[in-house]
């Protein structure tokens, strides 16, 4: 069955229910035709009532006694003693619910399939000097293949020859571009940005590691357990207490109608309609502050979750290097050095040259016209302003363009994993620029309401160095931190997390976090980074860059179930009170159909104030 066949037969439902009630009604006036309205009823209780009995005795067998037990076991009385207008109310506010739910429901999500179809599938295998295009999948352990710039490596390797800017963003999440050289490991994943370089298969395409982040991602999936609806967790008690009430006022009255109107005023329309109509309202809600809740389920598993698991880069930073400090060598100054670097790095199309430029323009300024660029891929730029030659780059390009200088550049920092350009000027040693990755400005006070909303544990993971995930889970106030992640890793440490029983929202925005996303209680993707894939494997995902909206998107979800349960606890009571006077003999079933009408306004009105804020 086609979705847009199912969305129009669930929806359909209701408004046939509704219809045959109208039909039957207008039949009731003196003037109409001598058609009984009674039969107008049977006709639809039979038509809808049957079906919806047949999905409740399957959701039986398939050991779900929840919330439609009570309304399948009213329809049957109702058909059996002859009350077709009651039986008729139940199947509207029934299949009502099951619409209003399906309206909040999950859409299938396209995760696995769209890491699949960005995943290579030609491979350049180099047979002696040919370069001969086969599928990925007939690649082999020790084949040499080609990786053009542009193109994604499809198997895991180690470089033979050539010099490359390697995006490993799909990996690892960090956006800066590594190096590749000969002797160098690439992993399936990793996008060639400048030069060819050729590969020495080490593992399958279906081995490698784009293929497990395709084989995570969906057993994540297929294992996550399905949420208990919150329906269902009341009905577990009410129902056996709707059925010992009907059963006592059987025995002592021997009146099946007191059966019928104990089951028609007890069949649980507040736990049917509550949830739903609450869940649509916070969804709505959550929309317009930007934050696409993907299903009703994710809304309610934000209402309980007590652990946060945050990525580093693009998540708790802003996912771009930035400079974060500049030395300079005398005779030279910080801005000499930044003014004559952005000069030259005008000539290049670097994400680091733009950077560095972006920064010289930040402190206003004037950068000159270059003359004779001449970039070395990956490696740095040098170049002439006005009569002096400037090189901008890494060590290896300083060692070869002014070995003079090394010693006093190299003498500038201790050695780490930061990512520095250095800079000489006419052979002589200037300075360096630092970049660095920038945390986001309300990072610590996102994590600190977090836990202000009841999360007890937070904890970061990166697949960053050690050293520089522990320097942002710090200023942020976060305790427990893992480093040097791969996507297989953060997925155990979620696990984890899960079979100890912790509800945990996962926070991330690289496509190397979805498999993550997909394994937590609920996976919230910034994505405006990530785009399609990482939004897909996420239960919700935030529409703008603002990690703000993590903690109101958790205190959304908690309003609305706080709604819910307000509005199930008022409905249940009211039909509590009303099953025991049904059970005395005082309401007939008609009655307790329209009486049950009048509490399901209630809850609905109460619950629709989820929307509001």
């Given at each position: 069955m086609t979705a847009p066949r199912w969305n129009r037969l669930v929806l359909g439902r209701p408004l046939a229910a509704a219809a045959f009630l109208a039909v039957g009604l207008l039949l009731v006036i003196p003037e109409a035709p001598p058609i009984p309205s009674r039969s107008v009823w049977t006709a639809g209780l039979w038509l809808l009532g049957l079906p919806l009995l047949y999905r409740t005795l399957r959701g039986m067998l398939r050991g779900r006694f929840a919330a439609d037990l009570v309304a399948g076991l009213a329809v049957i009385t109702a058909i059996v003693l002859g009350h077709p207008f009651a039986g008729l109310v139940i199947v509207l506010m029934q299949t009502g619910g099951e619409a209003l739910e399906h309206y909040a429901e999950r859409r299938a999500s396209a995760a696995v399939r769209a890491l699949e179809a960005d995943a290579p599938r030609e491979a350049h295998r180099l047979e002696g000097e040919r370069v001969v295009d086969v599928p990925a999948e007939a690649v082999?352990?020790?084949?040499?293949?080609?990786?053009?710039?542009?193109?994604?490596?499809?198997?895991?390797?180690?470089?033979?020859?050539?010099?490359?800017?390697?995006?490993?963003?799909?990996?690892?999440?960090?956006?800066?571009?590594?190096?590749?050289?000969?002797?160098?490991?690439?992993?399936?994943?990793?996008?060639?940005?400048?030069?060819?370089?050729?590969?020495?298969?080490?593992?399958?395409?279906?081995?490698?590691?784009?293929?497990?982040?395709?084989?995570?991602?969906?057993?994540?999936?297929?294992?996550?357990?399905?949420?208990?609806?919150?329906?269902?967790?009341?009905?577990?008690?009410?129902?056996?207490?709707?059925?010992?009430?009907?059963?006592?006022?059987?025995?002592?009255?021997?009146?099946?109608?007191?059966?019928?109107?104990?089951?028609?005023?007890?069949?649980?329309?507040?736990?049917?309609?509550?949830?739903?109509?609450?869940?649509?309202?916070?969804?709505?809600?959550?929309?317009?502050?930007?934050?696409?809740?993907?299903?009703?389920?994710?809304?309610?598993?934000?209402?309980?979750?007590?652990?946060?698991?945050?990525?580093?880069?693009?998540?708790?930073?802003?996912?771009?290097?930035?400079?974060?400090?500049?030395?300079?060598?005398?005779?030279?100054?910080?801005?000499?050095?930044?003014?004559?670097?952005?000069?030259?790095?005008?000539?290049?199309?670097?994400?680091?040259?733009?950077?560095?430029?972006?920064?010289?323009?930040?402190?206003?300024?004037?950068?000159?016209?270059?003359a004779g660029v001449t970039?070395?891929?990956?490696?740095?730029?040098?170049?002439?302003?006005?009569?002096?030659?400037?090189?901008?780059?890494?060590?290896?390009?300083?060692?070869?363009?002014?070995?003079?200088?090394?010693?006093?550049?190299?003498?500038?920092?201790?050695?780490?994993?930061?990512?520095?350009?250095?800079?000489?000027?006419?052979?002589?040693?200037?300075?360096?620029?630092?970049?660095?990755?920038?945390?986001?400005?309300?990072?610590?006070?996102?994590?600190?309401?977090?836990?202000?909303?009841?999360?007890?544990?937070?904890?970061?993971l990166s697949g960053d160095h050690a050293e520089n995930v522990a320097a942002v889970a710090g200023a942020v106030g976060i305790d427990e931190v893992a480093a040097d992640l791969l996507p297989e890793d953060k997925v155990r440490q979620v696990r984890r997390l899960t079979q100890a029983g912790r509800r945990v929202l996962m926070v991330g925005d690289g496509i190397n976090d979805a498999p993550a996303l997909s394994s937590s209680t609920v996976g919230l993707a910034l994505g405006a980074h990530g785009g399609g894939i990482v939004a897909e494997a996420a239960d919700v995902v935030l529409l703008v860059d603002d990690l703000q909206r993590v903690a109101e998107a958790v205190a959304i979800g908690r309003r609305t179930i706080r709604i819910a349960r307000q509005s199930i606890g008022v409905g249940l009571g009211l039909s509590g009170l009303a099953m025991l006077v049904a059970a005395a003999g005082y309401i007939p079933p008609t009655v307790g159909a329209l009486l049950q009408e009048g509490i399901d306004v209630a809850v609905i009105l109460n619950a629709l104030r989820a929307s509001r804020g």
């Open positions: 082999a352990v020790g084949d040499r293949i080609l990786v053009r710039p542009g193109e994604m490596v499809p198997c895991d390797g180690l470089v033979e020859s050539g010099t490359s800017q390697v995006d490993v963003a799909r990996i690892t999440g960090e956006p800066v571009p590594l190096r590749a050289a000969p002797g160098d490991t690439l992993r399936s994943g990793s996008l060639v940005m400048e030069g060819a370089l050729v590969l020495r298969v080490t593992a399958l395409s279906r081995e490698s590691l784009y293929a497990r982040i395709v084989e995570l991602v969906r057993t994540a999936q297929a294992s996550k357990a399905p949420l208990q609806r919150l329906a269902d967790r009341y009905a577990v008690w009410f129902t056996p207490v709707t059925l010992a009430v009907a059963t006592l006022a059987y025995a002592l009255s021997g009146d099946p109608d007191r059966v019928l109107a104990v089951l028609v005023v007890a069949t649980p329309c507040p736990l049917i309609l509550a949830t739903p109509v609450a869940i649509i309202g916070g969804i709505n809600r959550a929309a317009r502050r930007q934050v696409i809740v993907r299903h009703g389920g994710a809304l309610e598993a934000l209402a309980t979750v007590d652990t946060a698991v945050f990525d580093k880069t693009g998540t708790l930073t802003v996912g771009r290097p930035e400079v974060s400090e500049v030395q300079a060598v005398p005779p030279f100054g910080e801005d000499d050095v930044l003014r004559l670097a952005g000069t030259v790095e005008q000539g290049s199309g670097h994400l680091l040259a733009r950077t560095l430029v972006a920064a010289a323009h930040h402190r206003g300024l004037k950068l000159g016209k270059p970039e070395a891929a990956g490696r740095g730029v040098s170049g002439m302003v006005g009569r002096q030659r400037i090189v901008v780059g890494a060590l290896t390009l300083i060692e070869e363009l002014a070995p003079e200088a090394v010693a006093a550049l190299h003498a500038l920092h201790d050695a780490g994993p930061a990512l520095r350009a250095y800079v000489t000027v006419d052979g002589r040693p200037a300075g360096s620029v630092t970049y660095a990755d920038r945390l986001r400005s309300n990072a610590a006070e996102v994590v600190s309401r977090l836990r202000a909303l009841g999360l007890e544990r937070i904890a970061l």
